[in-house]
């Protein structure tokens, strides 16, 4: 019996974001993308901190750490939160 693959067509950011999986965000223009952990580094007297790692891919095209950043939940939620839509403006 012969089995038919029946394949279905997905664009290359969804396909780089299933690859990179659910902690991670990708850049639209480039291989980079920034990755979360699984969970936060704890509460300290500034807020919740998140260790985020900012990735891009090697020359062998496998996932290479530029820089970490550590920020806080709350000052990522105000700045994405503070950016406005331009089409709805």
């Known amino acids: 019996m012969e089995m038919k693959v029946v394949r279905?067509?997905?664009n290359?950011?969804?396909r780089m974001k299933n690859k990179l999986?659910?902690?991670a965000v990708p850049c639209q223009v480039s291989?980079?993308?920034?990755?979360?952990?699984?969970?936060?580094?704890?509460?300290?007297?500034?807020?919740e901190f998140i260790t985020l790692d900012v990735m891009t891919l090697d020359k062998n095209e496998r996932p290479r750490k530029?820089?970490?950043l550590v920020v806080t939940r709350e000052d990522l939620l105000?700045?994405?939160n503070g950016v406005k839509d331009k089409d709805n403006v």
């Open 31 to 47: 291989d980079r993308w920034l990755k979360f952990p699984a969970e936060s580094a704890g509460h300290f007297g500034e807020g």
């Open 12 to 14: 290359s950011m969804t």
């Open 78 to 80: 105000s700045a994405i």
């Open 21 to 23: 999986g659910k902690g």
């Open 8 to 10: 279905i067509p997905i």
């Open 66 to 68: 530029i820089c970490e």
